[in-house]
Structures are given as C-alpha cells and as structure tokens.
C-alpha cells in the first residue's frame, strides 16, 4: 500500500510497461473525450459538461473497457465509443454525488466541482446532459460491431447505471449517513452497486463488444467485481491516510460524515490485506489468457492506488 504518485514504485510484470500502456491509453481516451462534446448554442451547458469530463481523472473505466475489448480479440476502435460514454456516465455520477443535496464536496478531480463553477441548477443538468448523450454516442459512434452486441451494451450500462446499479448503490449510502448500525454486508452492498456495478459494466462491455463467450463474461465479471470492491477499501483506507492534494478531492470525509467505511470494521491493516487478498483473487480469474492479460493484471495491480491521481 502505497501513497505515492510515482509510477516506478508499482509492482508490475517485469516485461509489461505499465506506466507506458497506462499513458498511452489514457492519452489516446483524453483526444476521443475531447472530440466527443463540442460547445455550441446553449454554450453553458455544453461548457458545463466540458468542465467536468475534461477536468482529468485517471480514465480507469475506459482503459478497463479498451483492454477487455482488445484481450477479446476486438480492435480499439471497436470499443472507443463505450469507453467514452463511461467516463462520460462516470462523470455524471460524480457530479451529482457532489452536489449540496448529496456529499456536498466542493473539489473533485482537483478543481472546484461543477456546481460551485455554474450553480446547482446547472450541474444538475450537466449531469443529465452527459448520462443522455452517453447513451447516443455509443448507438450513433460505435463502428464494426453486430448491432446486438451494441444494444447488449446500451442495455447492460442502463442496468449498471440505474436503481439496479449505480443510483440504488446511492440510495442505501445515503440510508445508511449517520446510522451506528449499518453492517459490513450493507456495506458491500453500497460499494458493489455505487462503484462496482460500473467498473463490472467497464469490463464486460468491452468483452461484448469482441462478441466474447459467456464463460469469459463470467471470468471478467468476477475479476471486476474484485477490483471494485478492493479498489472501494483502499478508498475508504485513503480518505484517512491520503493528503487533499493527493486524492484531488477533500480527505477526511468519512470521519466527518461519520460514515461506516471499512477501516472502521476492521482497522487499516486488515482492509489493506482484504484489499490484497481481492487483487490476488482478481489475477487469479485472468490466468487462462496468460502473457495477453497483462494490460488486465497490471490494472489490477494499480487498483492498490486507487483515488490518488497518476
Ligand atoms: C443520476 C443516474 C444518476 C446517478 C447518480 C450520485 C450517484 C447516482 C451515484 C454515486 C456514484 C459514485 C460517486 C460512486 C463513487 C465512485 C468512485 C469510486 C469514484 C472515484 O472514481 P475514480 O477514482 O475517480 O476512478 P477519477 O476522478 O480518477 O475518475
């Protein structure tokens, strides 16, 4: 476990240049979310939506989905629709989680979150405005793939997303603020929807778009569940041991929020070994496909950094 933004100090496969995969990918998802959303008339909207997709973030959700398409035998250019309407979801989501009426943040990304730039009015519809048109860039942009593989896609991340996912994840988060009883299962349940149901929708999806079989949905299912949930703990272990300018959104908020986090289970220690034992469990799934898992061991090696920028 580790705190540090330098790339050299993580643990990777001696010949898999993680720091040189993970920049080139990223580079390559940052040009494609740029040509994805131009500012026309009504300016402030498009400028607002802008703002917050374009305010960095490591792309986890896009480079996951890139590399499951490509492990499947499918091209970049295949899945570079769906990578882009995730981060643009993911951003929705992070939007509207920091608004006053839920975490009330006023930093994400390492910048001022969007309703403290354009008002609550217009973060809300910046959200709306992004999780729409994720949904149409993907049935409009998505090029040689089936159109049943594209609607399984536009049908699985409507799940991820909604009271089956992401915002039911939400709800049961928001239950539980305050409440001394809330346990660990509940806990679970927060993150494997809040979190892990998008991060599970990242690495599936770029499998059905190869038109991957069942069985390899399934392995990769389970490598995603993994990671978000580990990726989930050492969050909760970083908003206690990590600076503000490190995780470039508030720290400490838990503690204040008196939120039950995982380190309040079961200590700092024992998280980052759960955390550990999840990862392993996460490699384990992607042994059949050796040396071409790489770029997916290597990311499940990087979940142990989870919200510090890189
Ligand atoms: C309105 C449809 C709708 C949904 C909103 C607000 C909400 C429902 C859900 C909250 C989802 C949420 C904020 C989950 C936390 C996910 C998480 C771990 C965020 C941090 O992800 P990183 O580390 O961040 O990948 P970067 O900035 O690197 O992208």
Known sequence: MTSTTDHSRVMTPPTFDLVGYLTGQQAKVEAALD???????????YEAMRYSLMAGGKRLRPVLCLATCELM????????????ALEMIHTMSLIHDDLPAMDNDDYRRGKLTNHKVYGEDIAILAGDGLLSYAFEFIAAQTVQVAPQQVLQVIARLGRAVGAAGLVGGQVVDLESEGKPDVTVETLNFIHRHKTGALLEASVVC?????????VDLQRLSRYAQNIGLAFQIIDD?????????????????????????????????????????????????????GEKAQPLMAIATISLLANIRF
């Not at 770029?206 to 069942?214: F, S």
């Not at 959104?249 to 838990?254: F, S």
Request: a negative charge.
């Open 206 to 214: 770029g499998a059905v778009l190869a038109n991957a079989t069942e």
């Open 73 to 84: 035998g499918g091209t970049l250019e295949m899945a570079m629709p769906t990578a882009c």
């Open 35 to 45: 040509q994805s959303i131009a500012v026309i008339y009504p300016q402030k909207i």
């Open 237 to 289: 272990v970083l908003d206690i041991t990590a600076t503000q300018e490190e995780l470039g959104k508030t720290a400490g908020k838990d503690l204040q929020a008196q939120k039950a986090t995982y380190p309040s289970f079961w200590g700092i220690e024992e998280s980052q070994r759960q955390a550990s034992q999840l990862i392993a469990d996460a490699k384990a799934e992607l042994v059949a496909w």
